[in-house]
Each structure stands twice: as structure tokens, then as C-alpha cells.
């Protein structure tokens, strides 16, 4: 049986294009014990994406050239030659971007659409949910009263991050690019206020007006002259959870910015880069609260669905350009 | 009665210069109910009054202009109306840089000659020392088999860190900036390897070459380029202790270096600033193990001290040249 796949045809010089993609014919092989045959339903794309087609060495393994791009997918099961799955049955995992494909039983985890519909387990009760709810919650440790910067605010992760450290009792700015995210996030997602970084002129200055009482945590999704700004009106015993670091990711060379670690001292700063995988004996924890909140109407949740399986490079660079409002998916 | 005292004469622009000080006559005032009547045998000299010495808002009060500079001090009481001192007491406290002057009882300690030199207190029992401590132990939680990194390993702070990472089991490598300096470390104190950042062309690949596992703590006295060629060889979940910037002390502007963020991420770095202070209620805990270590023979220290109260300003800008080894003290 021929199926179609995307495969990463050459490794980007900065900013990818679509030439860096080929969408091509591939042999479906049989299906052999202990393995399903799956149909891909949601396709998930995400920043993090970026550093796997470069060639070098990274936390997530580089993408293999000629061989199909992998990344979350939420797929129904069409064959099983395993106990654990039948037909019908919808699945999770880290998969490649082919409209029919064989896993492993092993790479997939059965997901339950009665609680949520099943593109959330690629974002908000999956990776992006759960990077928000660990970074926030184990590194950032947020207390009631205190301020919660968050960039990338409309992303997926950034979103989530703004309503939990409201459930939790803080003031909550967020930092986003366009006055359509503004307004979502005041008044789909209840934050305090936002700041469009693309229309600010002095982002320092709309940072302290908007934190009175300066800043306690910052969640950094975007690194860059954003973060710096933010830095600048951190308080003694400040937390910064180190995400994404998205207006980096495009650069060839490392980009040089200021050095601000005697700031950190001077305010026993406490910064954690971390990836959301650190917590995986945890994401039961995580995906609890974040169900539960879901069902009690305090956490909202937003896709942007892009139609069609050979969007996926599509919507892929469109994350670079800041085209999404919360998690992009591709229904194929 | 007339006494001799030490004022800041004027703002450094950079670089300090003896013109920024002044030695001038005092006049000493009566000892009140409560107070008692010092003479000063050391004082203590730090980089952290480098920050002092400038108009902005650091984690320590600017010095005053036309008043003394205050710091660490090892003085004997010569009168006291306090009930909790008489004379011949040795005490220690944050005291100007004055002969002889008159402190309340709440602003010193008593000192226990017995257990170690009365300058000690100042160094490896006063605030180096446990900066060290609580750096290396609360922060970097160091586990046997690990390896640490530590700038400035010549310094007060530093030797102490190389030290207790030995005696806690870890393979330790010091960055310096002198062959003395070097083999101070190796041959006095036990350091594996030891690195001088002046000679070394390539101090990333020294790095490297001296640490074939990677690094898993970086306790950083200093910033800048050392810094960066450290944190290019961290291991996944490295922790750095962020204690001193000494290279970027004396810059007007903020110095510009490469943005390392993303390398914090997809390792999981953590970085904490801080300053001693903050583990105020713990100091107990610091001086027992710390003067345990000094007595059982594991713990050893290194004094420069300079001879003449006259040569505290001159003692003070020589810390920013590496003119010391260990800890910086002036005897009056």
C-alpha cells in the first residue's frame, strides 16, 4: 500500500523555507507483531521543531535528511497486532509525518476524547500544557499576591501559563505581538494586562508601569531583548523559568546581548532552563490538575487549525512568523 | 581624643584610583550606655565595595562621600558600658575604617581566638568563607563523583569552594591568574587541575582537555569570557552558583556577551545568584563544619596581609590587579 510522507530534504541556512521539505510516495510495510497500523488524524507543530533540523547536537535528537519529520500526532488505530490496542482506538505519540504508518506498541499511549477533544492531547493536556504546568508550578513555585511576567504569551505554552498563575492568585502581564493576542489574553484568558512587543517603544518602561510592585517570576518563551527588558524590573528572589528561547532559534551565529549576571547576583536570582521531558514520571500529576481545571471552566484553551497534510511545512514556518493564536495543528 | 579615619573622597569613573580616598584626623566620641570603644587590629578588603564605592542601587548601600568606608573588622574592645563586653574582648563586625572608634553593642560579635586566628574571621570564618559554604553546598548541591569548575580559585572565596568540593568527593578544577596561583592550588590545596585564564589561548578547549566528563557545577567568581568558556562544556542539569562578576566590576556600561540561553534550556542548566546574606540564619551551621574541617587539617586557608592602616585604599585596588592570594586582609 503507498502512502504519502514529509521529509526534510536539506538542513535550513537560518530562517527554514520550504524548500527544506519534500512531500514524496512511501511503501506502507506489513504489520508485524506487537505493532498497529495507524491513520494520522492532528499533526502538531512546535518551535522546538527548529533545532532538530540542524545538524547539531541538541536535546532532542537532529532529523535524519530524506527521512520523514517526526512530532506529536494524534492517530486512530486502523490494524493492531497488539494486545493493548483495537481498531478504533485513538492513540498519541511521537510519530512521522506520514497520512498511514506502522508503530510499535511501545511509542503510543491510548488517550481519552470523553474529557477532551483529541487535538488537546497534542497541546494542552500534552507537551505545551505540561511545559506550563512544570515550569510554572515546580520551577517558579508561584505564591498568591505575586507578579507572573510571561512572553510568547498567545503561544501554547504561554497561554497556559498565564491562566494557572491566575487560578494560583497572581497578577499576570503577558508579552505577546499583535493587539489581536492583547485582547484574547485579557479577555479570553483573564491576564491583568499585555504588552504588544512589536508596537512598544520602550518595553523596559511598559514593563514597570504595567508591574507596580516589580516582577517576581518571569516565564521566557522568546529570549532576546524582550527577556532583558523584563529583567531589568525583577525583584530580590526572582525566578525566571527558561523555556523556549524562540528569537533565537533562527540564528546562525550566537547572537550577543547584555551581560546581566551581576544584576542576578545583586538580586539572588534564580534562573532554570528545562525541558519539559525532566518531568515525565510526573505528567500524570500534571495532566490532573490540568483536566480538572479544564472541566471546572478555569483554563481555556485555543488552536489554530491548519487543514490539509501537506500544510504541515506550512504551518511549521508559520510559527517563525508568529502566524498561531495558542497550539498550531495540522488536521490532515 | 584625635584618631585617624579612611572617607570616600570621590566617585570612581571605572577603574578606582587611590584620588577617590582620603585620610584624614577624627575625633572620638565618648562611650555611651550600651556602646563600647574599639581599636581596630584587621580589616577586611572585598571586591563587593567596588559596588559600594558607586551612587547606584546595589544588593549593599553605597559608601557615603566625606564618610568612612565600612567593612568587615577584627577590633579589641578598649572601654565598654555594654554588659555583654569588656575590655581585651576580641570582636568582629561592619565597622568603618577608622583606628579607633566607638560601636554599639548590637553592631559586633564576640570571637573565639582559641579555634582559630582572629583574622580568620574575616576570611574563612567570616563572610568568603561561608559564601563559599552555602554557594557551593545549598545551592550547587555537589555529589561525590562530580565535577566542579571554580573561577577565581586564588581568591578568598574561591580556595574555600575548590577545598570543600574535595572534601565532599568531587573532582575540582581552578581557573586563575598566575602560575603561583596555580600551584597554590594544586599543591596546597588539592585542586586536580588548575587552568591560568592570561596564558591559555583557547581556555574552552582547557577547559575541556581538564574536564573529560563535562562539568556539572560552575561556582563563577568572576563573569565575562571565563564564564562563557565554562558554561560551553556544562553537562546536562549543571548548576551554577553566581557569586561575583570581578571582570565586570569597574565597566561604566553593562558589557555586551553572547546570549547562552538556549544552551541553558536544552541542558537544563539552573543558575542561581546570591549574596551570603541570605543565608543569614544559617551561619551556625557554615562556621561548625567549616572550623571542623580547618581543625581536623581538611580545611586549609591562605592570608595576603598587608602591613600599615594607611594601606587600605592601596590594599583594596590591588584586589582588582590579582595582586592577592587568598583573602586580603590590612593589620593595622
Not at 27 to 32: F, S
Not at 186 to 193: L, N, Q, S, T
Request: glycine share 10%; proline share 4%; hydrophobic share 40%.
Amino acid at each position: 500500500m503507498t502512502t504519502q510522507q514529509i521529509v526534510l530534504a536539506s538542513r535550513p541556512q537560518g530562517t527554514p523555507t520550504l524548500a527544506n521539505f519534500r512531500t514524496e510516495n512511501a511503501e506502507l510495510a506489513e504489520v508485524k507483531p506487537g505493532e498497529v497500523a495507524l491513520k494520522g488524524l492532528y499533526y502538531s507543530v512546535d518551535p522546538y521543531m527548529r533545532g532538530r533540523m540542524n545538524d547539531a547536537k541538541s536535546y532532542v535528537q537532529s532529523f535524519h535528511i530524506d527521512h520523514p519529520i517526526t512530532g506529536g500526532v494524534v492517530a486512530t488505530v486502523v490494524e493492531s497486532k497488539s494486545d493493548n490496542f483495537k481498531t478504533g482506538d485513538l492513540v498519541v505519540g511521537l510519530l512521522p509525518w506520514r497520512k498511514e504508518f506502522i508503530a510499535s506498541e511501545r511509542t503510543i499511549q491510548k488517550i481519552d476524547a470523553t474529557i477532551a477533544p483529541p487535538s488537546y492531547y497534542l497541546g494542552i493536556l500534552g507537551m505545551p500544557g505540561l511545559t506550563a504546568y512544570f515550569g510554572l508550578v515546580r520551577i517558579c513555585k508561584p505564591k498568591a499576591g505575586e507578579t507572573v511576567v510571561v512572553s510568547g504569551a498567545a503561544g501554547a505554552v504561554g497561554m497556559v501559563v498565564g491562566q494557572i498563575a491566575k487560578i494560583l492568585g497572581c497578577r499576570v502581564i503577558g508579552i505577546a505581538g499583535s493587539d489581536e493576542k492583547l485582547s484574547l489574553l485579557k479577555e479570553e484568558f483573564g491576564f491583568d494586562e499585555a504588552i504588544n512587543y512589536k508596537t512598544t517603544t520602550d518595553i523596559r518602561k511598559a514593563i514597570a508601569d504595567a508591574c507596580p510592585h516589580g516582577v517576581d517570576i518571569y516565564f521566557d518563551n522568546v529570549g532576546g531583548e524582550i527577556s532583558d527588558a523584563v529583567i531589568y524590573n525583577l525583584n530580590n528572589h526572582a525566578r525566571i523559568a527558561l523555556c523556549g528561547q524562540i528569537s533565537l532559534y533562527n540564528n546562525e551565529k550566537v547572537a550577543m546581548g547584555p551581560r546581566l549576571q551581576s544584576l542576578f547576583v545583586s538580586k539572588s536570582v534564580m534562573i532554570q532552563g528545562f525541558i519539559v521531558g525532566n518531568y515525565q514520571s510526573d505528567y500524570p500529576e500534571g495532566i490532573h490538575h490540568l483536566a480538572e481545571w479544564i472541566k471546572i471552566g478555569k483554563l481555556k484553551y485555543t488552536e489554530t487549525i491548519v487543514h490539509g497534510f501537506d500544510q504541515l511545512p506550512t504551518a511549521l514556518l508559520g510559527l517563525f512568523k508568529g502566524e498561531n493564536t495558542g497550539k498550531m495543528i495540522v488536521k490532515a
